[in-house]
């Protein structure tokens, strides 16, 4: 069973966040918390929708309007899905990375363009010094 699997009844549900079940279905009637239906329309609640009721009622006690906090929901859910395609797309790239033969490797030249350079070159090593002073316009 994972955190999305619709297995509480209302009551169920009322219990576990701490309210009672009139709040659930007003809750389910303004769409800040949508439970899953069965075939004969009953509600079915996730460990995700009682955590969900239970900030809902965090957000309440502190006097967010209930328009406020379906704005903080959806935004939570909007954070959490980029959260997840970051992380489906840092993986990939991290897979392309290794597995693409001839990989490019870049450099800063001197003036601070990028350049490209073959795998397994480096770049020359300097060592000249460079003094720096300041111009008047600096010092003013």
């Known amino acids: 069973m994972d955190e999305n699997s619709p297995v509480f009844a209302i009551a169920m549900a009322a219990e576990l966040a701490g309210m009672h079940p009139q709040t659930l279905r007003q809750y389910d009637r303004l769409g ?8 004969g329309k009953s509600r079915r609640y996730s460990m995700r929708n009682v955590v969900q009721l239970r900030e809902i009622a965090r957000l309440s006690a502190e006097g967010v309007s209930l328009e406020g906090i379906a704005r903080i929901l959806t935004l939570e ?33 001197v003036q601070g363009d990028v350049v490209s350079l073959k795998h397994g070159t480096r770049t020359a090593r300097r060592t000249e010094i460079v003094i720096w002073r300041p111009t008047r316009a600096e010092l003013d």
Not at 32 to 39: C, M
Not at 80 to 99: F, H, I, P, T, Y
């Open 32 to 39: 800040l918390v949508s439970p899953t239906r069965t075939a």
């Open 77 to 109: 859910n909007q954070v959490s899905a980029l959260a997840g395609r970051v992380r489906e797309l840092e993986s990939a790239l991290a897979d392309e990375l290794l597995n693409r033969p001839n990989r490019r490797v870049f450099a800063a030249d």
